[in-house]
C-alpha cells in the first residue's frame, strides 16, 4: 500500500500540472480563436484552408494589437484616440467601466511612473504579521493630511492578485526589500511554493554555515 501511495503521488504530480496547463492553452486558443469571426466569412481559414488549425486567433489578436500600437504612436492616432476616449469617459454608466479599467491596466503595464515601485513588507492582517506588499503613489490631498511620511502599498491576494487591500501605511513600518516585482508576483501566485535564486540563497546559506 505505501509503494501505491507513492507511485500515485508520483503520477500526480506529473499530470496535475500537465493538464492545467493544457486546459488553460485550449482554453486561450479557443477564445483567441473567437475574434476570426470579426472577418468576412469568405475570409475564414476553415474556408481557405483544407484543415482547421487552432491558434490562427492568436495571429490575428497580436497582429491587431500591434497595428493598434503603431497608429496610436503616431501624432494622427493619438489625437484621433484622445478624442475617442473623451467621448467615451462622457458616456454614462459605460465611462466610469471604462475608467476603473484604464486605470488598473495603466498600474499593471505602464513603464511611465505609475506602476508598482518597489516591494515592501509590511504588517498585517495584525502587528505579529507580514504581508508583501507593492508600493504605488500617495495622492497629494492624502499626504497634506498626514503628519508622518506615508506611503501607499498594494497588498494583493494569494493566488490571484489582482485583488487585494489598499492602504497608507508610515514608511517607518515598512520594510524595503531588494525583490523584483517579478519575483514578488511569481511568490503571491505560487503561495511561496515557487523557489527562486532570489528565495533558495538565504535558504542554502542558512543550511550550510560555513
Known amino acids: 500500500m505505501p509503494m501505491f501511495k507513492k507511485y500515485l503521488i508520483t503520477g500526480l504530480l506529473v499530470w496535475v500540472p500537465l493538464g492545467i496547463t493544457l486546459w488553460v492553452l485550449n482554453l486561450t486558443i479557443t477564445t483567441m480563436d473567437q475574434t476570426l469571426l470579426l472577418l468576412p466569412s469568405e475570409w475564414h481559414p476553415d474556408n481557405l484552408l483544407p484543415v482547421h488549425i487552432p491558434g490562427l486567433g492568436i495571429i490575428l489578436t497580436l497582429g491587431v494589437v500591434l497595428l493598434t500600437g503603431l497608429l496610436i504612436r503616431n501624432v494622427f492616432g493619438q489625437r484621433l484616440w484622445d478624442a475617442s476616449e473623451k467621448a467615451m469617459l462622457h458616456v454614462p454608466f459605460v465611462g466610469s467601466i471604462y475608467k476603473g479599467v ?72 515598512t520594510i524595503e526589500l531588494d525583490m523584483t516585482v517579478d519575483v514578488a508576483l511569481r511568490t503571491i501566485v505560487s503561495m511561496g511554493v515557487v523557489a527562486t535564486p532570489e528565495t533558495v540563497a538565504p535558504q542554502l546559506a542558512q543550511s550550510n554555515p560555513t
Open 102 to 173: 484604464k486605470q488598473v491596466s495603466d498600474t499593471l503595464l505602464s513603464g511611465n511612473g505609475n506602476s508598482f515601485r518597489k516591494v515592501l513588507l509590511v504588517r498585517y492582517p495584525h502587528p505579529q504579521a507580514w504581508s508583501l506588499a507593492f508600493q504605488t503613489s500617495v495622492p497629494g490631498d492624502v499626504a497634506s493630511q498626514l503628519d508622518d511620511e506615508m506611503v501607499a502599498v498594494f497588498i494583493p491576494t494569494t493566488p490571484s492578485p489582482v485583488n487585494g487591500f489598499y492602504f497608507f501605511v508610515r514608511r517607518v513600518d
